[in-house]
């Protein structure tokens, strides 16, 4: 009876003890989780980047106000070379960016590859009222034609498919010349396809040729803003 009451009580400091022992060591756990949540935080976003895949390596995407293209997929961050900022359209600025991986769950990412594989890009082009416009739309048209990208019927059905698993519908893939007027002209805006990282050599080689043939035009005028400013005398003379 002696060693049965004996066991009853050490078994009963134990417990006291380890339950003691327990709630340290819980505390420290929760201690260390908040020390470390960041970490531990980035270490699942690479987790996801790596099971999800919501980029590749050489993917230009947009995340928390960056834009780059991805150079390096890391334990804890990835890496882009930043694209834009003070540099021009979609042009390397040189830098490399090191973005912690828990940005995937934190904010919204923007990814020019994939999925459809290119972009919509848009050139406005302002002509004067007195210009031809018809002909001008004309001439746009058939530049546009020469620097878009020309898909066969094969390749539309494949692309078609391929945006169909992110319920992108487009029922025209061919480039459009789209009309509307402003104050200061009739606006003709050329919107066609291309890649991510092609969109300022395609519109470098559009306005190009945009250039070229309008100076041979004499009934085209590319506008601009003007102002015209009449003095009392001048009123007086156009009123003779």
């Not at 904010?107 to 994939?114: D, G, K, Q, S, W």
């Not at 020309?150 to 010349?177: D, G, Q, W």
Request: a positive charge; hydrophobic letters at 45%.
């Amino acid at each position: 009876m002696s060693s049965f009451l004996a066991v009853v009580v050490i078994l009963f400091l134990w417990a006291e003890k380890f339950s003691q022992f327990a709630t340290i060591i819980g505390l420290l756990s929760a201690g260390l989780a908040i020390a470390m949540k960041d970490i531990i935080v980035d270490w699942m976003g690479w987790l996801f980047i790596l099971l999800r895949r919501p980029f590749y390596l050489g993917d230009r995407i947009e995340i928390a106000g960056t834009r780059g293209d991805v150079v390096d997929i890391r334990v804890f961050q990835f890496s882009l070379l930043e694209v834009g900022n003070w540099v021009e359209s979609d042009q390397s600025t040189g830098r490399i960016i090191h973005i912690p991986n828990r940005y995937v769950f934190t904010h919204h990412l923007i990814n020019y590859n994939n999925g459809f594989g290119f972009i919509w890009n848009e050139i406005p082009v302002l002509i004067t009222f007195e210009s031809n416009w018809k002909k001008a739309k004309k001439i746009l048209s058939t530049i546009a034609e020469k620097h878009s990208i020309h898909f066969s019927e094969e390749a539309k059905e494949a692309l078609k498919k391929k945006m169909a698993r992110f319920m992108i519908y487009y029922k025209h893939l061919s480039p459009r010349v789209f009309t509307s007027v402003r104050d200061s002209g009739v606006l003709l805006t050329i919107r066609y396809l291309c890649r991510p990282k092609k969109r300022r050599i395609t519109e470098e080689n559009m306005w190009e040729d945009i250039l070229s043939s309008f100076s041979r035009e004499a009934d085209i005028d590319l506008a601009y803003p003007t102002y015209r400013i009449y003095s009392p005398q001048e009123k007086e003379k156009n009123e003779r």
